[in-house]
């Protein structure tokens, strides 16, 4: 139960995470709100209604000396709740005379007026704002000054004061709407938080779980697909990765019994004749000979499939270093050809040239060296009954395109794509090489991509396979 509780309540887990930021979101926004609905809103209703009354009273020093100034000041006071009156150098207001509209604003308090006048005549600016006290009406008011001057040179005061009305009964209401709000908001937070998290966390906990099957050695496990295209390429991508760790366990497993079968062999052999050599062959020079040929062709073969296996390795690794230059593949083909001979002698192959005197390509010579071994090798385990292996070299423009061809059976079509594979052994059933080891197309492949090499394999049943791969030729 605890372990359980624990799991839940796991606070770096995925689902956790969104669930916190996505109330504490919603607490930010509610929050937010808070300062500027309670705690701000005195503040901001204070500072619109003195920006109001400044744009107005600036916009009346302008409007001074029309015609129509009076109706000006009368729609504006009355609209505005504003009292406005032109006053002259003794604080008596002179402007607006019109008495005889009703009803007007808030008569002048002839007592503020001195006051007034001596705050205006200290501005450099000729025009002043501030908040003062209406001890008549308990209640703060704005208050804004300008001079003007009149039609004989004399100063007048344009004097305007505005109230500042109380906003706590709007303060109360709106703070009862808000703990309202704040309350549902959180609630809702709470529970549409935890769906989302739950719902973007599922396939992703799906993904883990499948993943932890998978590095069991469970590859028969299949990734599903979510609500979501990143977790369904995620997901694409896992299931691919399964299917190919799934062919590079089968093929290692192969490889492990086919390498097991190539070191059991020749092992065994050299352990036979070597006691043959002890207990039967040791005083005849003859047969001594022959079996000691025997140990060293077993022996060979042994460091030819080492080697093998370290090439692959190297090459996949990128330990060897790629030396390109210009050299001439035909050269490289015949010196090659030099160490099938034997074959040529003792099992009847033919190997069939067909080039050019001289083809220059550029390349790393000794690696190309290696792949052309390696293919020839590959013809030679695998052709037909006549033993026949034929090499072109063919000049294809800018290119030269080298092809090593068998008489063999061929190779079936749904294997052509697998054949470059690491392991991969046609057809499943190994067959101990002449000279090689099986692993030579890996390296090939390896070798050729380091050169940014195209390369291929047309195979036709019983009608042999052609292995071919392309070098920029140096003319």
């Known amino acids: ?88 150098e003794d604080g008596v207001p002179i402007f607006p005379m019109n008495t005889s509209f009703d009803p007007r604003p808030p008569k002048f308090d002839f007592m503020e007026s001195r006051k007034f006048i001596d705050k205006l005549e200290k501005e450099d600016q000729e025009k002043i704002l501030y908040t003062t006290e209406d001890f008549r009406l308990g209640r703060p008011t704005i208050v804004y000054g300008a001079v003007l001057q009149g039609q004989n040179g004399e100063n007048l005061y344009l004097y305007i004061n505005g109230l500042l009305d109380p906003i706590d009964s709007t303060t109360f209401v709106l703070k009862n709407q808000l703990i309202i709000v704040t309350i549902i908001s959180l609630l809702l937070s709470l529970g549409l938080s935890f769906i989302i998290a739950s719902k973007i966390s599922k396939p992703i906990t799906q993904v883990t779980n499948a993943a932890s099957v998978l590095a069991k050695g469970n590859y028969n496990i299949v990734f599903e ?22 062919k590079v366990e089968e093929l290692r497993r192969e490889l492990i019994s086919n390498v097991s ?17 002890r207990d039967i062959s040791g005083d005849n020079p003859e047969k001594r000979k022959s079996h000691v040929n025997v140990i060293i062709d077993e022996s060979d073969r042994l460091t030819t499939l080492v080697n093998d296996i370290l090439d692959l390795s190297k090459v996949e690794a990128n330990l060897s270093q790629m030396n390109h230059e210009e050299f001439d593949v035909v050269g490289t083909t015949k ?91 046609v057809g499943k059933n190994h067959k101990r090489a002449v000279i090689g080891t099986g692993l030579g197309l890996s390296i090939v492949k390896n070798i050729l991509m380091a050169h940014n090499s195209d390369f291929g394999v047309e195979s036709y049943t019983n009608q042999g396979t052609i292995f071919w791969f392309q070098l920029k030729a140096n003319k």
């Open 335 to 425: 010196d090659i050809l030099k160490r099938f001979l034997i074959l040529e002698e003792k099992e009847g192959f033919t190997f069939i040239l067909n080039c050019d005197d001289e083809v220059k390509v550029c390349g790393d010579e000794k690696k190309i060296e290696q792949v052309i071994y390696n293919l020839i090798s590959n013809a030679v385990n695998f052709t037909g009954d006549d033993k026949s292996v034929f090499i072109n070299i063919k000049d294809v423009g800018s290119y030269i395109k080298y092809e090593v061809k068998d008489t063999g059976k061929g190779i079936p079509k749904e294997e052509l794509d697998h054949i470059w594979d690491r392991y991969y052994m």
């Open 225 to 246: 697909k979510g609500d979501y295209t990143e977790i369904d390429n995620l997901v694409s991508t896992l299931n691919y990765t399964t299917k190919e760790l799934s």
């Open 1 to 88: 139960m605890v372990v359980i509780l624990k799991n839940r309540l796991d606070v770096n887990s995925l689902k956790f995470k969104l669930w916190t930021y996505f109330v504490l979101f919603a607490a930010t926004i509610m929050t937010i709100l808070w300062l500027l609905q309670i705690v701000f809103l005195n503040t901001y209703y204070k500072s619109m209604k003195t920006n109001e009354i400044k744009k107005i009273g600036d916009s009346l020093v302008v409007e001074y000396g029309k015609d129509d100034f009076e109706d000006i000041i009368y729609t504006i006071s009355f609209s505005k709740g504003l009292i406005i009156q032109i006053l002259n």
């Open 261 to 277: 079968h190539d070191l059991r062999t020749p092992l065994t052999l050299i352990k036979s004749y070597a006691e043959m050599i």
